[in-house]
Nanobody, 118 residues
Framework: QVQLAESGGGSVQAGGSLRLSCEVS????????MGWFRQAPEKEREGVAV???????KYADSVKGRFTISQDNAKNTMYLQMNSLKPEDTGMYYC????????????WGQGTQVTVSS
């Protein structure tokens, strides 16, 4: 059974930093494409960052230069380091695993809330 568990969310002031973690079990972690998504109230879910099995990364334009996605294969854990946070970064953050050729992810965590105040 595949399980993803996010942690590390919280409330910070604009300009602050947070590091989200996503612990994964039930899959060969290093062979999976992993990603972070977020959803703000009354908005659609959007992709934030992706890390492919070969280590390549891809970011949404809105977070480039501020967020960094990484993974520790030994710990089966993916991270999202978020710096220079802005109020518009507020939302529920989800990690996902198992991206198919259509760009859809098969496995999802329950989410962790990030709130950035101005």
């Amino acid at each position: 059974q595949v399980q993803l568990a996010e942690s590390g969310g919280g409330s910070v002031q604009a300009g602050g930093s947070l590091r989200l973690s996503c612990e994964v079990s039930g899959v060969v972690f290093s062979s999976y494409c992993m990603g972070w998504f977020r959803q703000a109230p009354e908005k659609e879910r959007e992709g934030v960052a992706v890390i492919f099995s070969d280590g390549r990364t891809k970011y949404a334009d809105s977070v480039k230069g501020r967020f960094t996605i990484s993974q520790d294969n030994a710990k089966n854990t993916m991270y999202l380091q978020m710096n220079s946070l802005k109020p518009e970064d507020t939302g529920m953050y989800y990690c996902a695993a198992g991206r198919n050729s259509n760009g859809e992810f098969r496995y999802w965590g329950q989410g962790t809330q990030v709130t950035v105040s101005s």
